[in-house]
């Protein structure tokens, strides 16, 4: 039901449905101050599912970036955030949690519009964005250092101080979710920084940066500019005024980061994606196993970096748990997000969709069998958005690009192995383990199987939960550093020796001399 004027049958303006929330300024925010693209330029943000336009948000340059950067930098310098007390700092962030469960349903309805997923998937999101703020509320109100064990008559201290101005740069799959898990440890620390939304998905970055302020966040802290990462992006990579960039996105802009941020030595953190194999041995739980691989790869029409895009089955359960999976995949209900009853969205873009589209033709070339989907919607509703049909191969061989490519999209594909020496080794065909899973009912081999798989984390017997307490990142080419949990917090702090010496007396070796 629309409350506007769009003719039945055609898809309605999101932004006027009942429940739709109102969209954050459209503004970028450097130094407390809220103003537009220093050019004046202006970029379109439009709802992957129907094509609507949300926003004309602010197309920043490179200047307007390095503007941000300079606030970020006298924040740090001369600014009270990082030498405000921890408890403080925690009171500020447990407030900032207290706002996202105020507006959660705001919060998710831009996030629904501005993604395309589903409305319970970002009120799911939003809840555990207040739970990463409260989480490192409580780090910081518990961070230690240490005293190391030195001759008496000296102190030695080892101490935790913030790295200092971070630029931050994130995906459009989780804005928020990716944006909270680099904000709340970063201000935890006592770091200042400047944000760079994805331009396809500024809205609930833009948000939590006005709430940050509303808050009571000194000015400077927090910066936000939106605009291209070509750009602003590149910009704030190679500003010397930026002391470590953290990055999630994919391999290829990941890498020109780290290649930039090289030139003047510096920190990266990055978390680029996995192609992420999910084992299921012949004695697992078949209902199970189906019920996880389905969630591993449709969920959010698989733009997650974990996504569970590659099922190696063992051979003896192949049929039988595939049989359960085309069976469940046909009966996946794509729709719009705001929508009761939708269970998966368009994918991102026009330019994604291309792309996701020609991984289908690259498997089918490399040898798989298109078993369901494939093909867009023929509903008319879904003409304007950028819907592709769940899609599921079979065959595919072990060695080729689809193998060991992400594919970032709502596409399944099934292998088989013979044993667990082989299931090891087609899963270790890729260096960007990020995500793996193993479907056993024994314990110790899903075990055994889990400690050799080379990724940064492993689930036995489900798929996608994580912990705000436990480390998020990747092996080899999926990242470097971790997110969440103590490491997470981690990133964003230097280590300082402290020495003191309590008896002080003159150096010998190059004192007055006889
Ligand atoms: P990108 O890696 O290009 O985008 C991620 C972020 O980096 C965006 O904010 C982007 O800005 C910014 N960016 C782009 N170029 C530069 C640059 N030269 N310097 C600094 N920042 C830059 O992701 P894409 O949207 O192009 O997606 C490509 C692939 O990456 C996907 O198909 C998927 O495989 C993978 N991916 C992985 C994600 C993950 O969670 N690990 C998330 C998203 C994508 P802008 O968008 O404004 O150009």
């Known amino acids: 039901m629309t409350t506007d004027s769009t003719p039945a049958g055609a898809p309605p303006d999101p932004t006027r449905l009942p429940g739709a929330p109102t969209l954050p300024e459209a503004a970028l925010h450097v130094a407390g101050t809220r103003r537009p693209a220093a050019a004046g330029a202006t970029r379109p943000v439009v709802d992957p599912a129907t094509g609507h336009l949300l926003m004309e948000a602010p197309e920043a340059d490179a200047a307007d970036a390095r503007a941000a950067v300079a606030a970020a930098r006298a924040a740090f310098d001369d600014g009270p955030w990082p030498r405000t007390s921890v408890q403080d700092r925690a009171r500020l962030l447990e407030r900032v949690a207290d706002a996202i469960e105020r507006d959660r349903d705001a919060l998710a309805w831009l996030e629904t519009l501005d993604t395309g997923k589903t409305l319970g998937e970002s009120r799911d999101d939003m809840e555990q964005i207040a739970q990463v703020f409260r989480y490192y509320a409580a780090e910081a109100r518990t961070m230690r250092g240490e005293v190391n064990p030195v001759p008496s008559g000296a102190v030695s201290l ?27 440890p970063a201000l935890a620390a006592g770091c200042t920084f400047v944000l760079k939304p994805s331009e396809l998905t500024p809205l609930t970055t833009l948000r939590i940066v006005e709430m940050l ?10 910066n936000l500019v939106t605009g291209a990462g070509g750009t602003v992006g590149a910009a704030l990579t190679e500003d010397p005024r930026v002391d470590l960039v953290s990055f999630t996105g994919g391999i290829v802009t990941g890498r020109a980061i780290a290649a930039t941020a ?18 299921v041995l012949e004695d697992a739980d078949l209902d199970l196993a189906a019920d996880h691989a389905l969630n591993a790869v449709f969920f959010h029409a698989g733009q997650v970096c974990s996504a569970g895009s590659r099922l190696l089955v063992h051979e003896a359960a192949h049929d039988a748990l595939l049989e359960r999976l085309l069976e469940r995949t046909r009966r996946i209900r794509l729709g719009f997000g705001w ?33 369901v989907g494939g093909g867009r919607p023929t509903d008319p509703r879904f003409a304007g958005g950028t819907f592709l049909e769940p899609t599921v191969l079979t065959g ?10 992400e594919i970032f999209g709502p596409v399944l594909t099934v292998e088989t ?53 436990a480390p998020w990142g990747g092996f080899g080419e999926s ?36």
Not at 396 to 405: M, N, T, W
């Open 158 to 184: 080892t101490v935790h101080q913030p790295v200092g101005v971070v630029a931050m740069i994130t995906p459009w799959n989780y804005p928020l979710l990716q944006a909270s898990w680099k904000i709340a």
């Open 213 to 222: 302020e509303e808050a009571g966040l000194p000015d400077g802290v927090a």
């Open 262 to 279: 090289a030139r003047n030595v510096t920190r990266v953190a990055l978390e680029l994606g996995g192609k992420n194999p999910n084992v």
């Open 339 to 371: 929508e009761d009853g939708t269970q998966m969205g368009p994918v991102i873009s026009p330019e994604h969709l291309a792309k996701v589209e020609g991984y289908v033709a690259l498997a089918q070339e490399e040898g798989a069998t298109l078993r």
């Open 396 to 405: 595919l061989p072990h060695e080729g690009r689809v193998a060991s490519e």
């Open 417 to 469: 192995f013979r044993d667990d020496d082989e299931a090891h080794a087609f899963a270790s065909s890729t260096r960007s383990g990020l995500a793996a899973g193993v479907f056993s009912r024994d314990a110790a081999r899903a075990m055994r199987l889990a400690k050799r798989l080379r990724f940064g984390t492993v689930w036995i017997n489900d798929f996608h939960p994580y912990y705000p307490e």
């Open 479 to 514: 990242g470097i550093g971790r997110e969440l949990g103590r490491e997470g917090l981690a990133e964003y702090q230097e280590t300082q020796h402290l020495y003191w010496n309590l008896e002080p007396a003159g150096a010998d070796w190059f004192g007055p001399q006889d």
